[in-house]
């Protein structure tokens, strides 16, 4: 009975769990107000990224290509980023941020985005746009290496390294929280108001559960403003809710201005969110109120209504972003479930170092596996041909061929997840996201056993 973890043995990938770097720059991008980021390289970097986001939010939003051709490709693309630039700033008056984000083609033909940058900055930006503020960003995301976990984080780091500038103390609190859902930012605003914490939530896309309004304007765009970002500065801390998505920029704020930080964990769970709230008090001094102990005490009912009778010694297999996996693992152990294999589709190295991982080796009693740089392939062989038993599946729609084929029942959680409505407004994370994970969980096997006719074993009670 060991927990292992391993990274895929095979050299090929068999329908990836993650798309490439210049995916997570673009979806930081999508959070600052009055920004376009524009991607250097071919369009389809842009409209297959744009595809996912938009089946998952089910919004409109914008994001701009330097659209690289073959003579770009063979001859130097530069120009197109200088072109780029130009009809952007004239198409839209309003824009001032325009990340700069390189991808696999353009980085290996060697285009130097900075000193594009320089030029355009020192020429056309005067001569053309005398007066007006423009931001223009370099951000490096090869696809060659990393993931759009990495691509998230490294963009977050480089924007928040652009504009944080010390002025004076805001006495607010930064918080970055990762790569999550609208519903989820709406539940982490929810907890940082109850302890009555005076917070800057950055790169939040809470707005892309945008309202159709009488004025007919269907483009969503996310609300972080360059006010919020140079005030990072000025914070009394750093609380960011995901290591690997959002920890570079807290850290160099750490290094930098001697911010006060806690990097995770994401409040997924009772667990977790106890952790949170306690992360919190300690950055600002504020106690826990009698109402989140109430919502607490809510959640924990409802858990232990579900947690022996019905999810004892399941097994579950988990895939998708790294904080989340993790999150949820920890969450199902709580729930006397036993995931049996986590999937993190890169090869971050950071994780044999991650303390939550280490854990879980040192106390897991049944056989566990967590496999890096893993594909879908990792999950379906270990079904198909290694008698791998699994009772749900949790993971992001494009896992879902797995759960069709072998008939296990799956939840659909993460990103992207476009098969199953709405589900971009439920949080996952702080209490209220906890009962719902769980009733998710819980009807997943109800229906579940309807539908396979089982009567008598599968939920430890008829
Ligand atoms: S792998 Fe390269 S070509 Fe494909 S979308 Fe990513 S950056 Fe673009």
């Not at 559960?209 to 009394?236: F, W």
């Amino acid at each position: 009975m060991t927990c292992e973890l391993m990274e895929r043995p095979r050299a090929g990938v068999i329908n990836p769990i993650f798309t490439c770097q210049p995916a997570g720059a673009q979806f930081v991008s999508i959070g600052i107000k009055d920004c376009i980021g524009i991607v250097h390289g071919g369009q389809g970097c842009v409209m297959f990224v744009r595809l996912i986001f938009s089946q998952h939010f089910k919004e409109s939003f914008e994001l701009a290509s330097s659209s690289v051709h073959e003579d770009g490709a063979v001859f130097g693309a530069c120009g197109r980023v200088e072109q780029a630039v130009d009809v952007l700033l004239m198409r839209y008056p309003h824009v001032k941020v325009v990340p700069i984000i390189s991808t696999c083609s353009t980085e290996v033909i060697g285009d130097d985005i900075d000193g594009v940058v320089t030029k355009l900055n020192n020429g056309l930006l005067k001569e053309k746009y005398p007066g007006r503020e423009v931001h223009l960003i370099p951000i490096h995301t090869p696809s060659f290496v990393g993931s759009m976990i990495t691509g998230y984080d490294v963009a977050m780091r480089d924007i928040v390294a652009y504009f944080a500038k010390k002025t004076a103390p805001s006495g607010k609190l930064n918080v970055f929280t990762g790569w999550v859902n609208p519903g989820d930012v709406t539940a982490i605003k929810h907890l940082l108001a109850a302890m009555g914490i005076e917070a800057t939530v950055l790169f939040e896309i809470e707005a892309f559960d945008a309202p159709m309004m009488p004025s007919g304007n269907h483009v969503a765009h996310g609300e972080t403003t360059i006010a919020d970002i140079e005030g990072t500065a000025n914070a009394v801390g750093t609380m960011a809710l995901s290591r690997y998505e959002g920890g570079k920029a807290a850290a160099y704020l750490e290094k930098e201005f001697g911010l006060p930080t806690i990097i995770g964990p994401t409040p997924i769970g009772i667990r977790n969110t106890d952790t949170f709230l306690a992360h919190l008090r300690t950055l600002t001094g504020k106690p826990i109120p009698e109402t989140l102990v109430r919502e607490r005490g809510v959640a924990i009912d409802a858990l232990t209504d579900l947690t022996h009778m019905f999810f004892a010694d399941k097994r579950v297999a988990i895939y998708g972003n790294p904080d989340l996996v993790i999150g949820l693992a920890e969450f199902c152990i709580d729930l006397e479930m036993q995931p049996a294999l986590l999937l993190l589709g890169d090869d971050n190295t950071n994780y044999q170092k991650d303390p939550r991982i280490k854990a879980l080796k040192e106390n897991v009693d049944w056989d566990m596996e967590i496999v890096t740089n893993a594909d879908f392939w990792e999950l379906e062989d270990r079904v198909k041909n290694k008698g791998l038993k699994l009772d749900l599946i949790l993971g992001h729609s494009k896992g879902r061929f797995i759960s069709i084929d072998y008939n296990i029942p799956m939840v659909r959680v993460g990103f992207p997840t476009y098969d199953r409505a709405g589900m971009f407004r439920h949080p996952v994370v702080g209490y209220a996201g906890a009962i719902w994970l769980a009733e998710q969980m819980a009807n997943a096997l109800f229906a579940d056993m309807e539908y396979k006719h089982v009567r008598e074993w599968s939920l430890n009670m008829w």
